[in-house]
């Protein structure tokens, strides 16, 4: 699978859009990109995923370039609820997830 | 949704005991059920993948003796840390693959904090 690159930690205010980066320069062109988050001593939560095209669901939206290079998470309105650690990983369909840093993003009232 | 439940949440147990984890799939069948590991202020760290009715396949480093993997139906696998010592204490978080389902993920637990005293 694909290796990624994303900022260690973020800050974003809340009510504000937070916008994630995630570097894949290595994607091959059937792995999808996948988001989860973990909030502090709970299992990951899937956020969203896509493919190539542009995504969107009722938690966030996924950007992902022409070139399927990097993508970008958007939470649209940024809570404190959202404060968590936010993993970007690359993968085939059915293979195992494995688990990069992620980013550490604090949403501040 | 799909739902995974993990139990026990937390567990205290003395050194050179095992402990018993489950993992369950509540509303889906899982043919293939992952377990993690997890030290503080870490990622998760992959440690075995589990397919029904067959052996667990354990990641580099991960000792199949010490770390038991069961996955005897499609809705339950069970994580056994036989023996174990302080630098086990650890969180262990398993996830679940809906068969049914198309490719958009996999359904996590809620994880189990593991104290080894």
């Known amino acids: 699978d694909a290796k990624t690159t994303q900022p260690t930690s973020m800050d974003c205010a809340e009510g504000r859009a937070a916008n994630l980066p995630c570097n894949h320069s290595?994607?091959?062109?059937?792995?999808?990109v996948y988001w989860y988050r973990q909030i502090h001593s709970q299992g990951p939560q899937y956020i969203i995923h896509g493919l190539k095209n542009n995504e969107t669901n009722e938690m966030a939206s996924l950007i992902i370039t022409e070139d399927r290079k990097s993508s970008t998470l958007i939470l649209p309105h940024a809570t404190l609820r959202d404060t968590a650690v936010y993993y970007c990983?690359?993968?085939?369909?059915?293979?195992?997830?494995?688990f990069g840093a992620g980013t550490r993003l604090t949403v501040k009232p | 949704g799909a739902v995974v439940s993990q139990h026990p949440s937390w567990v205290i147990c003395k050194s050179g005991t095992s402990v018993k984890i489950e993992c369950r799939s509540l509303?889906?069948?899982?043919?293939?059920m992952f377990w993690y590991r997890q030290f503080p202020k870490q990622s998760l760290m992959l440690m075995a993948t589990s397919n029904e009715g067959s052996k667990a396949t354990y990641e580099q480093g991960v000792e199949k003796d010490k770390f038991l993997i069961n996955h005897a139906s499609l809705t339950l696998s069970t994580l056994t840390v036989t023996s174990a010592h302080p630098e086990d204490s650890s969180f262990y978080i398993c996830?679940?693959?809906?068969?049914?389902?198309?490719?958009?993920?996999?359904?996590f637990g809620s994880g189990t904090r593991l104290t080894v005293v």
């Open positions: 509303d889906f069948q899982a043919t293939t």
């Open positions: 990983i690359v993968r085939v369909g059915y293979g195992d997830m494995r």
């Open positions: 290595t994607i091959s062109g059937n792995e999808y």
């Open positions: 996830s679940a693959r809906d068969g049914g389902k198309s490719n958009y993920g996999y359904t």
